[in-house]
């Protein structure tokens, strides 16, 4: 359990901040999950380039370029006990007397570790999973992974309290995206998704089913949706870098389709496998 904070190796335990960081006071800071299989980054260059807006979008310089992050991330990919693993790294202001503006002369606080990453279990892959909608009532900069996740906490728990797996946010008649998720709607063989802007996080995993639905031949629409289109979906897909490509296969306890996962979740599925592979080969 070996984890990066400030310039050291250490044992998780161990790893302490103040508590006067503006992470813990303010959730002043910025993440990121990079996917890992087989001790071998998926599509960090992606990651780093949305790390670098998140972090601007804060005013917040990036400590590091790449091949900096990469080094720092080796150590903690080769002690790490599981081969396929999910590199979290977090960015605060770091800390500084409380007080809303920006203190002066602060060094950031930089932690990052090794979580262990488990693909979708088989019976989920056959079943898919049960989501609930809730409005998003999140802020206007969604597009920023910033640590100050409250809002997706609660309206995940809504979903958990009702034994489902996602909540799916629709602000003011539209699809927006899950607490912790991209979201796919696709209506007569057309694959849509909401569109990158400030109401969702561009999702890298997002941009791997776009491309890998492209080189399939498969239509795809990067337009708003409609919580009617949404309801009325043939298939609805979640896709993030912990949970790959998971169908949605009941929705606020209605079936969506014919309640199985659908033929276009089974291609991107397959090709999904198939492009991770190749990854992991090198
Ligand atoms: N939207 C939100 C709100 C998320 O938390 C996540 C997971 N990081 C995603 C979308 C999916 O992003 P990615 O595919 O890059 O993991």
Redesign the pocket.
């Known amino acids: 359990d070996l984890v990066y904070l400030n310039g050291d190796y250490l044992p998780l335990a161990e790893a302490k901040i103040p508590v006067l960081d503006r992470g813990f006071i303010f959730g002043d800071g910025v993440y990121e999950?990079i996917?890992v299989y087989d001790r071998r980054p998926f599509?960090m260059a992606?990651?780093l380039d949305?790390l670098r807006r998140s972090l601007a979008g804060i005013r917040l310089a990036d400590p590091y370029g790449d091949a900096e992050w990469q080094a720092l991330f080796a150590p903690l990919i080769e002690a790490a006990d599981w081969p396929d693993q999910g590199i979290y790294i977090q960015v605060t202001r770091g800390p500084a007397p409380r007080d809303h503006a920006f203190p002066k002369d602060v060094r950031p606080t930089v932690f990052i570790m090794a979580m262990q990453l488990s693909a979708p279990p088989p019976e989920v892959v056959e079943h898919g999973v049960a989501a609930i909608t809730a409005e998003d009532n999140r802020w206007l900069r969604?597009d920023l992974?910033a640590v100050s996740?409250l809002a997706?906490v609660l309206l995940r728990q809504l979903s958990v309290d009702r034994g489902c797996a996602e909540t799916v946010l629709i602000r003011s008649g539209h699809l927006t995206?899950?607490?912790?998720?991209?979201i796919f709607v696709v209506r007569d063989g057309v694959i849509m998704a909401p569109p990158h802007d400030n109401l969702?996080?561009?999702?890298?995993?997002?941009?791997?089913v776009v491309e890998l639905a492209g080189q399939a031949g498969l239509p795809v629409a990067l337009r708003p949706v409609t919580e009617a289109e949404l309801r009325g979906a043939d298939e609805i897909w979640l896709?993030?870098?912990?949970?790959e490509i998971t169908a949605v296969t009941r929705l606020d306890g209605q079936p969506v389709g014919d309640g199985r996962p659908g033929p276009l979740f089974r291609r991107l599925h397959a090709a999904y496998q198939v492009y991770k592979h190749q990854v992991m080969r090198g």
């Open positions: 999950v996917p599509r992606d990651h949305r969604c992974k996740l997706n995206e899950g607490s912790a998720s991209s969702v996080l561009p999702g890298i995993t997002y941009d791997v896709t993030s870098s912990t949970k």
